[in-house]
């Protein structure tokens, strides 16, 4: 059986982007128009979409709206526009800098201009077409970690999560919670534990609003407990998202993985990331030199606008932290579950 998912994030309609406005939920489930570049830039930025998977596309949009606006404002020589636009999606990369699906699918939508042969026209058609494949293979892709991963839950398990690479996060489905979705499909007597994930509280606000959307049962816990229902007894694996994944395994996820990673390796209990083949950067060789946004204080100072701390103190507010490829037991792809060693097992799935 099939899990159906109600959620679409994130889709190109006619001439602009329709994407869920993810700074309301869980008060609102309302979605919001694009229809300009600097807009989504400002969209990916201010995080009205998030999640790694999501905001590729997202990215992917925001070149094909940049195209229409060359058109609009009379750019019609080919080599001008190509010029143009490519600047601007080089532009639309640095609207975040840690997941590595913004850069990957922007890179698609710029092989395309760059291949073309077609006038301007043409070429946008061209890249409306590309970022409506995009849209459908995420949601395949999707489809697929999520079955190679229901292979590892054990019955009636309990599998806590951090942040949210959920549908929400992506096209649809999801990547740790396709996971929880294709698992669900097959025994409904696992439940999901969600770490609230502070300071965007995106576990509390996204994963329990779409789960509870799909009837999957959540127990929402604060970032601090996971160690106590650990040693409880009462977590059987933990499963997360990704924004980079280096080539030996390192992996960059929301702030807070790496301590829910290290709790979990003290208690034994397999600790996997889901990801796509699209957020592995085999660029770079480890975590260490993948880049880690730094978002703003009020994050932290601030809660639904309500400072909560003192005046004048120090804030430090990294939006990632890096897990070490040790404590990874695996690595939940489209291509399968890749084990250690990760440089052999991450490049092999590539040659796939
Ligand atoms: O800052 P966010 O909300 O974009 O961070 C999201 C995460 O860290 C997700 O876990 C990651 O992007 C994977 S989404 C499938």
Same mark, same amino acid.
């Given at each position: 059986?099939?899990?159906?998912?109600?959620?679409?994030?994130?889709?190109?309609?006619?001439?602009?982007?329709?994407?869920?406005?993810?700074?309301?939920?869980?008060?609102? *489930?309302?979605?919001?128009?694009?229809?300009?570049?600097?807009?989504?830039?400002?969209?990916?930025?201010?995080? @009205?979409? &998030?999640?790694?998977?999501?905001?590729?596309?997202?990215?992917?949009?925001?070149?094909?709206?940049?195209?229409?606006?060359?058109?609009?404002?009379?750019?019609?020589?080919?080599?001008?526009?190509?010029?143009?636009?490519?600047?601007?999606?080089?532009?639309?990369?640095?609207? &975040?800098?840690?997941?590595?699906?913004?850069?990957?699918?922007?890179?698609?939508?710029?092989?395309?201009?760059?291949?073309?042969?077609?006038?301007?026209?043409?070429? @946008?058609?061209?890249?409306?077409?590309? +970022?409506?494949?995009?849209?459908?293979?995420?949601?395949?892709?999707?489809?697929? $970690?999520?079955?190679?991963?229901?292979?590892?839950? =054990?019955?009636?398990?309990? $599998?806590?999560?951090?942040?949210?690479? +959920?549908?929400?996060?992506?096209?649809?489905?999801?990547?740790?919670?396709?996971?929880?979705?294709?698992?669900?499909?097959?025994?409904?007597?696992?439940?999901?534990?969600?770490?609230?994930?502070?300071?965007?509280?995106?576990?509390? &606000?996204?994963?329990?609003?779409?789960?509870?959307?799909?009837? $999957? =049962?959540?127990?929402?816990?604060?970032?601090?407990?996971?160690?106590?229902?650990?040693?409880?007894?009462?977590?059987?694996?933990?499963?997360?998202?990704?924004? &980079?994944?280096?080539?030996?395994?390192?992996?960059?996820?929301?702030? +807070?993985? *790496?301590?829910?990673? @290290?709790?979990?390796?003290?208690?034994?209990? =397999?600790?996997?990331?889901?990801?796509?083949?699209?957020?592995?950067?085999?660029?770079?060789?480890?975590?260490?030199?993948?880049?880690?946004?730094?978002?703003?204080?009020?994050?932290?100072?601030?809660?639904?606008?309500?400072?909560?701390?003192?005046?004048?103190?120090?804030?430090?507010?990294?939006?990632?932290?890096?897990? =070490?490829?040790?404590?990874?037991?695996? @690595?939940?792809?489209?291509?399968?579950?890749?084990?250690?060693?990760?440089?052999?097992?991450?490049?092999?799935?590539?040659?796939?």
């Amino acid at each position: 059986m099939e899990f159906k998912s109600k959620i679409k994030t994130i889709e190109w309609v006619d001439n602009y982007s329709k994407m869920v406005d993810q700074t309301v939920i869980p008060y609102e *489930y309302k979605f919001v128009n694009i229809t300009t570049g600097e807009q989504m830039f400002h969209a990916i930025k201010d995080m @009205i979409v &998030r999640g790694a998977p999501a905001i590729g596309i997202a990215g992917a949009h925001g070149v094909v709206l940049y195209a229409q606006e060359a058109l609009n404002n009379g750019m019609t020589n080919v080599e001008e526009f190509k010029k143009w636009v490519i600047e601007k999606a080089e532009y639309m990369k640095t609207s &975040r800098p840690t997941a590595v699906n913004l850069m990957w699918a922007v890179e698609k939508q710029i092989e395309v201009i760059k291949n073309s042969h077609s006038d301007v026209k043409g070429i @946008i058609e061209e890249l409306k077409q590309n +970022g409506i494949k995009l849209e459908n293979e995420d949601i395949e892709i999707n489809k697929k $970690i999520g079955d190679y991963g229901a292979e590892v839950v =054990p019955k009636g398990a309990t $599998i806590l999560t951090h942040c949210n690479a +959920g549908a929400l996060a992506t096209v649809g489905y999801g990547t740790a919670l396709g996971v929880v979705r294709s698992a669900y499909a097959k025994d409904n007597s696992i439940q999901v534990f969600a770490d609230e994930t502070r300071p965007r509280q995106q576990g509390a &606000r996204i994963t329990t609003f779409e789960l509870a959307m799909d009837g $999957i =049962p959540v127990t929402l816990i604060t970032d601090g407990m996971c160690s106590y229902f650990m040693s409880k007894g009462m977590i059987d694996m933990v499963v997360v998202g990704a924004d &980079r994944i280096a080539a030996n395994g390192d992996t960059a996820n929301k702030i +807070g993985t *790496y301590t829910v990673a @290290i709790a979990a390796k003290y208690h034994n209990i =397999p600790f996997y990331i889901a990801a796509p083949l699209s957020t592995i950067d085999t660029s770079i060789k480890t975590g260490k030199e993948i880049p880690i946004e730094e978002r703003s204080r009020e994050e932290v100072t601030h809660i639904n606008g309500k400072r909560i701390c003192a005046e004048g103190i120090n804030i430090i507010n990294p939006g990632f932290d890096v897990t =070490p490829h040790e404590l990874i037991a695996g @690595i939940i792809t489209e291509k399968g579950i890749l084990r250690p060693d990760y440089t052999k097992s991450i490049a092999e799935a590539f040659q796939k």
